[in-house]
């Protein structure tokens, strides 16, 4: 297993986005996942939001939500 992430990387922010209603990767998983990044890097900058009745797929709110996040933490570009 790996040990926690040093330098810059630690303190990366990340948003992990899932369904509640994944039938191919359980919401579970995307949970058990984001508590193990949580050890890795700053668990401060870790996200995780899930999407009621979002199946395997995307939606209009999820891809609202990566833009927002995008916009946050990327320099504009001039």
Do not use: R, W
Request: charge should be negative; charged fraction near 20%.
């Amino acid at each position: 297993s790996q040990g926690p992430i040093g330098g810059v990387n630690k303190d990366i922010a990340v948003l992990q986005c899932h369904g509640d209603c994944d039938p191919l990767v359980p919401v579970m998983f995307g949970s058990l996942t984001v508590e193990k990044l949580k050890t890795m890097i700053n668990p401060a900058n870790v996200t995780f939001k899930t999407y009621s009745g979002m199946m395997h797929s995307s939606s209009l709110e999820e891809m609202m939500d990566v833009k927002q996040f995008i916009d946050k933490h990327l320099p504009p570009l001039d």
